[in-house]
């Protein structure tokens, strides 16, 4: 249960609280039980929740898209916006390098952060299964990143709900805004699927709010912040604050804001990464468009 005046997401009942509340001193303890009865939902001798006309928040499907080389452009210039507020902590250290994970030319990184010193190797391999189809290795790239780090969501675990959220949000919307079909054939249906599944079977090695997190991921649905920061970094024409929208994402947690952050770059890039090879056939190739000075020039303001 959460106070109304937060941010939509999963795994959370928004509810007006009577004012003044004070639960301890109604009897409301940690881990009591929510009830369901007579539409309404029962917590302890104290609480009754009318349920009547209470509604499922869902989050916004992004039909339309930029060009590659335009979300590519906005990944690069917020990620640089924000080098000097990144904390050399968890696996945030992985934002300012996830384009170079995610077109696997980073072999290792220099930081403070002992997980993401040894997070970069499984990474590395998650984003090869990935892109190889080898479904062995995601799976295997998946059981080391879900619960590194301590916490009650592990940064290895707000890495991968950002990288799957990421990815497919790319490719959905690249799909939908006419781009070709090829890339939801079955052999891609079936290696999403699969990283899903994965997702979902390792779950159980983490904490329970984590492992109902990435359960939520896998299908694509995660807080409003992030839904909210990718409909703007894919949206044609946006004129929203990116980095006022990534410090949303970020605030949450110690650092796993942060952490999700980095995977969501690394989950878009890898999906720019995806349809440049599908389409121009361009291995490892990075989204471009005619004149690259003009891209240069962006990239250096």
């Known amino acids: 249960m959460a106070s109304h005046t937060l941010e939509d997401g999963p795994i959370m009942l928004k509810v007006r609280f009577p004012t003044p509340c004070d639960l301890a001193a109604l009897g409301v303890k940690v881990g009591m039980a929510l009830l369901w009865e007579n539409g309404g939902l029962l917590l302890g001798n104290s609480f009754r929740f009318d349920m009547s006309r209470s509604t499922a928040w869902i989050p916004p499907v992004i039909k339309t898209m930029a060009s590659p080389w335009e979300v590519s452009l906005r990944l690069r210039t917020l990620v640089r916006r924000l080098l000097e507020r990144i904390p050399d902590a968890g696996l945030a250290p992985l934002l300012p390098c996830a384009e170079d994970l995610a077109y696997g030319s980073l072999t290792g990184i220099s930081c403070n952060s002992e997980a993401a010193i040894h997070a970069v190797s499984s990474v590395r391999r998650l984003v090869q299964g990935i892109c190889e189809g080898d479904l062995r290795e995601i799976d295997v790239a998946i059981g080391r990143i879900v619960g590194l780090g301590p916490g009650l969501t592990p940064s290895g675990d707000d890495v991968l709900v950002g990288a799957i959220l990421g990815m497919n949000a790319v490719i959905d919307a690249y799909v939908s805004e006419g781009g070709n079909e090829k890339i939801v054939g079955a052999g891609w249906r079936e290696i999403v699927s699969f990283t899903t599944q994965s997702i979902v079977r390792h779950a159980s090695g983490t904490t329970d709010i984590s492992a109902a997190l990435l359960r939520h991921a896998a299908k694509g649905v995660a807080s409003a912040p992030v839904h909210r920061l990718l409909l703007h970094l894919l949206h044609p024409g946006c ?3 990116l980095v006022e929208g990534a410090l949303a994402v970020a605030d949450a947690g110690h650092t796993s804001g942060w952490d999700m952050l980095a995977g969501l770059a690394l989950g878009m890039h890898l999906g720019l990464r995806i349809i440049d090879e599908k389409y121009t056939g ?20």
Do not use: F, H, K, Y
């Not at 361009?282 to 000075?293: E, H, I, N, T, Y």
């Open 239 to 241: 004129t929203a604050d």
């Open 282 to 301: 361009l291995a490892g190739g990075r989204p471009v468009r005619s004149g690259q000075r003009r891209l240069l020039e962006l990239e250096t303001r």
